[in-house]
Every structure is written in structure tokens, then in C-alpha cells.
């Protein structure tokens, strides 16, 4: 005669796995069989879910869980976000080289264009950061003055 198969609840689940010196969460591993009506192997129903646990146990000795894939960054994706960025550069390097046009002259629309171009820069470093902010002055070396 055939005992009737009882689903566990995650909390035993979980006790159960920790007496035999294993770390799983009881409610993927509910949620995962409920998931099939208790069935595992595509058609045979589950006897003992001890039994299934222990499995899982070894079966994580040997594949430790889901490989996590890196994520891939399509080259065309990588090229427009480098073009963006280099739009972005020599926009910010035009409005620096802009507002160093003004200096010494007091009708400068924006007040002391010194002032004006720190602020700029403070700006460019708190949202761009260090890196951006460097490549930024280097391009208005390269761009003549107004």
C-alpha cells in the first residue's frame, strides 16, 4: 500500500535542508514543484520530497547554481553610446570656449565669465564626472578661440 504524498510547506523545507547541511529557500522549492502538480522527470509524480531535496543538495555540489551570463553590450549599442558621448564632449567644450571669449569684456551677457565657466565645470564633474570633465578641457584645447 502506497502512502499518499503530502506537499511539504517551505518551512519544512527549509528545517529539512538545514539538518542535512544545506541552504535552500523553501519557497522556490515549493513554488517549483507546485509549479509541475508535484511531478518531476516530465510524467512521474513526486514520492518523498526529502528525497528531492537531497538531490538538490548534490545537484548544487556539481553546477552551484545558474551561470550568470555577462551582459553583452552589441557593438553597434557600444559605438552609438561613444558617438552620444563625444557629441556631448564637444558640446560642453564649444559653451567653455564661449564663455572664455568674453573674458575682459565687461558687457559679458552671463556676469564674470570666470565664475560662470567654474560653475560649468562643477557642473560637468557632478554629473559627469572626473573622467568626462578632463576629456572636456582637452577638446577645447583643440578648438580655436572665438
Known amino acids: 500500500m502506497t502512502k499518499k504524498f503530502i506537499p511539504p510547506t517551505p518551512q519544512e523545507v527549509t528545517e529539512y535542508a538545514a539538518s542535512i547541511g544545506f541552504k535552500i529557500d523553501g519557497d522556490?522549492?515549493?513554488?517549483?514543484y507546485q509549479?509541475?502538480?508535484?511531478?518531476y522527470?516530465?510524467?512521474?509524480?513526486?514520492?518523498?520530497w526529502r528525497a528531492a531535496v537531497r538531490t538538490w543538495k548534490i545537484r548544487n555540489k556539481y553546477y552551484p547554481g545558474p551561470v550568470q551570463k555577462p551582459a553583452v553590450v552589441k557593438f553597434a549599442e557600444q559605438r552609438r553610446r561613444q558617438l552620444i558621448?563625444?557629441?556631448?564632449?564637444?558640446?560642453?567644450?564649444?559653451?567653455i570656449q564661449a564663455i572664455?571669449?568674453?573674458?575682459?569684456?565687461?558687457n559679458c551677457p552671463f556676469g564674470n565669465p570666470i565664475d560662470v565657466e567654474l560653475r560649468m565645470r562643477t557642473k560637468i564633474k557632478d554629473n559627469f564626472g572626473d573622467a568626462f570633465l578632463?576629456?572636456?578641457l582637452t577638446k577645447c584645447k583643440d578648438i580655436p578661440q572665438c
Do not use: H, M
Open 28 to 32: 522556490y522549492f515549493c513554488n517549483s
Open 100 to 106: 572664455r571669449a568674453w573674458r575682459g569684456n565687461a
Open 85 to 95: 558621448e563625444q557629441k556631448q564632449i564637444t558640446e560642453y567644450a564649444g559653451r
Open 41 to 48: 522527470s516530465g510524467t512521474t509524480p513526486l514520492r518523498d
Open 35 to 39: 509549479a509541475k502538480g508535484w511531478i
Open 134 to 136: 578632463a576629456q572636456v
